[in-house]
């Protein structure tokens, strides 16, 4: 398991674990000083060393993942770009491919997932950033009138296809999805919490991971302020990996639990794992209580995916059961 934080500095700490309950501290297995090492440990956040995945090819592990770019000519507060490293072992340590990001869109880019369909080509998705990109729509309008905020900033979520090798993209990146347009918009509501809670003026579309179901093409993301309640997930659908996806009616399909008794808020930047045996689906987030107050934990909750539909059975705070195909004579955690 990979995350931001977990104890590394300016990099990335792993978790390994044998039945997704018990979790053994692997330490830091990426550094920003490694010899091919493009990133900045003096612009905000630190370096920005974010949302790190990792993906086992021909038994090597790449590890896609988001950082401040050295090369930052207009000083931009927010300048990130997405690299891939590589190790020989999961532990690491992770080596820059190259002494650059995988590829400069023109703007700055979080959150990579990438996605290997069955016919051997891989996709990169991640997510353009708020950061400078105003963008009119009657959320923005309403927001005027209230006199709340001149502007709302959209991050929002691409897809392009990768190279082989990793090197870089093939074609140019497609938009898959953004926040909605028109307030009657049925996702307008959850997607929009971080403004009509007076937040701050941007709405997101983040954190996405994509799987293949049955000949179905899922993406899952995450809307809202991050450091906020109102952090949530979502899924869209389609029959090719670029899209077009059209989202779910039973969106959001992960949010705050505080509204029913519940004790969980910022549920958010999803992946999907699997049992031991591969028989479950288990969806892993990050989200805070009221014991860990501003600090964001490691949630992992059911989940299924059946005829273009996804349910959630989180978030969950009391024992479950464990997963299928672990040996134990205890079966919950």
């Given at each position: 398991m990979y995350g931001t934080g977990g104890g590394a500095d300016k990099g990335f700490a792993a978790y390994s674990s044998k039945d997704l309950v018990h979790w053994k501290p692997e330490g830091q297995v990426y550094f920003y000083n490694n010899k091919n090492g493009w990133s900045d440990t003096a612009a905000s956040w630190g370096g920005a060393y974010w949302a790190p995945e990792v993906y086992e090819v021909k038994g090597r592990f790449y590890m896609f993942y988001s950082a401040q770019w050295r090369e930052n000519p207009n000083h931009e507060a927010e300048n990130f770009r997405i690299g891939v490293a590589v190790a020989d072992k999961p532990t690491g340590p992770f080596i820059d491919l190259a002494n650059k990001p995988v590829f400069d869109p023109g703007y700055p880019e979080i959150d990579a997932d990438v996605f290997f369909d069955t016919d051997g080509r891989a996709y990169l998705y991640y997510s353009r950033v708020a950061y400078k990109h105003p963008v009119e729509s009657e959320i923005a309008d309403w927001a005027r009138k209230k006199g709340w905020y001149k502007e709302i900033e959209e991050s929002w979520v691409y897809g392009v296809e990768l190279k082989p090798d990793f090197s870089g993209v093939i074609g140019e990146p497609v938009l898959l999805l953004h926040p909605p347009v028109r307030?009657?918009?049925?996702?307008?509501?959850?997607?929009?919490?971080?403004?009509?809670?007076?937040?701050?003026?941007?709405?997101?579309?983040?954190?996405?991971?994509?799987?293949?179901?049955?000949?179905?093409?899922?993406?899952?993301?995450?809307?809202?302020?991050?450091?906020?309640?109102?952090?949530?997930?979502?899924?869209?659908?389609?029959?090719?990996?670029?899209?077009?996806?059209?989202?779910?009616?039973?969106?959001?399909?992960?949010?705050?639990?505080?509204?029913?008794?519940?004790?969980?808020?910022?549920?958010?930047?999803?992946?999907?794992?699997?049992?031991?045996?591969?028989?479950?689906?288990?969806?892993?987030?990050?989200?805070?209580?009221?014991?860990?107050?501003?600090?964001?934990?490691?949630?992992?909750?059911?989940?299924?995916?059946?005829?273009?539909?996804?349910?959630?059975?989180?978030?969950?705070?009391?024992?479950?059961?464990?997963?299928?195909?672990?040996?134990?004579?205890?079966?919950?955690?």
């Open positions: 307030l009657n918009d049925k996702q307008s509501e959850w997607e929009s919490r971080s403004v009509t809670s007076h937040e701050v003026n941007r709405r997101w579309t983040e954190g996405s991971f994509t799987f293949k179901k049955d000949g179905i093409y899922y993406i899952m993301y995450s809307a809202n302020f991050f450091g906020g309640q109102n952090y949530a997930v979502g899924y869209a659908t389609s029959n090719s990996p670029l899209g077009p996806f059209k989202k779910a009616a039973n969106n959001p399909v992960l949010q705050k639990n505080t509204g029913k008794g519940g004790i969980v808020t910022g549920t958010g930047h999803n992946s999907v794992t699997y049992s031991p045996d591969g028989k479950e689906m288990f969806c892993v987030y990050h989200a805070r209580t009221t014991k860990t107050g501003d600090e964001r934990v490691v949630f992992i909750d059911r989940m299924e995916a059946k005829g273009g539909k996804i349910i959630v059975h989180g978030p969950t705070t009391t024992p479950q059961k464990l997963p299928s195909g672990v040996a134990t004579t205890n079966n919950t955690y």
